[in-house]
């Protein structure tokens, strides 16, 4: 069964974007105002961006992020749309 991302309709708020590359608010927002996600939705009161715009990001902007520090299930989701199966994994391997 595949699991979608629960932000992909709605858009990516600072918080989402925080959670998903393991960055500082400050961080994301920088970003943002450098203009490296693109134009952002305009849905309600918060900045948002399309799951486009951010899988953008990841391909174009890939020295900004660091992989160590991602969401690994987030980022999976937000780029496959599904959630990896943990069945099976050893327990306490990573």
């Given at each position: 069964m595949?699991v979608?991302?629960?932000?992909?309709?709605s858009?990516y708020t600072v918080?989402?974007?925080?959670?998903l590359?393991?960055?500082?608010?400050?961080?994301?927002?920088?970003?943002?105002?450098?203009?490296?996600?693109?134009?952002?939705?305009l849905?309600?009161?918060?900045?948002?961006?399309?799951r486009?715009?951010?899988v953008?990001?990841?391909?174009d902007?890939a020295g900004e992020y660091?992989?160590a520090?991602?969401?690994?299930?987030?980022f999976?989701?937000l780029?496959?749309g599904w959630f990896?199966s943990?069945?099976?994994?050893?327990r306490g391997?990573s």
């Amino acid at each position: 069964m595949r699991v979608r991302e629960s932000n992909s309709k709605s858009g990516y708020t600072v918080y989402h974007l925080r959670r998903l590359f393991g960055e500082r608010a400050k961080t994301v927002r920088g970003w943002i105002d450098r203009g490296l996600l693109g134009k952002p939705m305009l849905r309600s009161r918060e900045v948002r961006f399309s799951r486009r715009a951010v899988v953008r990001f990841i391909r174009d902007r890939a020295g900004e992020y660091s992989l160590a520090r991602v969401d690994r299930q987030r980022f999976l989701a937000l780029l496959y749309g599904w959630f990896p199966s943990l069945k099976g994994r050893a327990r306490g391997a990573s």
